[in-house]
Nanobody, 125 residues
């Protein structure tokens, strides 16, 4: 069992970078990667970014590539997401997810075994 708890959501003032945290706990030895997904009302769930449990290798979706950074605080086992220049269209429920080894590519939500409860992000215009 793996537990994921997101934090940092809410109303994002204009000009302020998005900063989210995902606290990871439980049975983490078999985890291959931790990722952020987002889903806005009426839209499909979208891959945002992922980071590997070994080596800190990262992947970024088109929505954040070039303006986002995913990282991990190993001491706290917390995955962080920072997104610069957020726009109103970035408003969504952001969810943290954990992928077990051998379950597939990081890019598809259906491959993930564990999910956090999600945190609402609203970017002001």
């Amino acid at each position: 069992q793996v537990q994921l708890v997101e934090s940092g959501g809410g109303l994002l003032p204009a000009g302020e970078s998005l900063r989210l945290s995902c606290a990871v706990s439980g049975r983490t030895n078999d985890l291959f990667a931790v990722a952020w997904f987002r889903q806005a009302p009426g839209k499909e769930r979208e891959f945002v970014a992922s980071i590997m449990r070994s080596g800190d290798y990262t992947h970024y979706g088109d929505s954040v590539r070039g303006r986002g950074t995913i990282s991990r605080d190993s001491a706290k086992d917390t995955v962080l997401l920072r997104m610069d220049d957020p726009q109103p269209e970035d408003s969504a429920v952001y969810s943290c997810a954990a992928l077990l080894r051998g379950r597939g590519t990081v890019f598809y939500a259906a491959n993930y075994d564990y999910w956090g409860q999600g945190t609402q992000v609203t970017v002001s215009s």
